[in-house]
């Protein structure tokens, strides 16, 4: 287990171009450390940065799970990478079909 990351907020001139700094900044920090199922403890946002996290929570750029033992981990969603224009790797695709498949066969 490496060091965590550490993001830091951009400086920017008004409030908003802030925020979407800030936004894209947490994206791009997710990316870099893996984009799936990235461990809390391997990336830390500064207090700064929590308001962009939650933000990008809510715009559904990024899920959070829990897992066994509390252990928290972020995902990049296809809407987070479309959002920072990186390409939607294989594997997440292929993820999502099987997933539909097996809910489908489950007759949701």
């Not at 965590?4 to 947490?26: C, E, Q």
């Not at 920072?84 to 993820?95: H, K, M, T």
């Amino acid at each position: 287990m490496g060091l965590p990351r550490i993001a830091k907020p951009r400086a920017a001139p008004d409030k908003r171009s802030m925020l979407a700094s800030d936004l894209r900044n947490v994206l791009e920090e997710l990316y870099k450390a893996g984009a799936y199922r990235v461990p809390a403890d391997e990336i830390y946002w500064p207090r700064e940065l929590h308001a962009a996290v939650f933000r990008a929570l809510n715009m559904q750029y990024i899920t959070r799970r829990e897992g066994d033992g509390g252990r928290v981990e972020f995902s990049l969603t296809q809407a987070g990478y479309e959002a920072i224009d990186a390409e939607v790797p294989w594997s997440y695709i292929l993820r999502r079909r099987l997933w539909d498949f097996f809910l489908f066969g489950k007759g949701r």
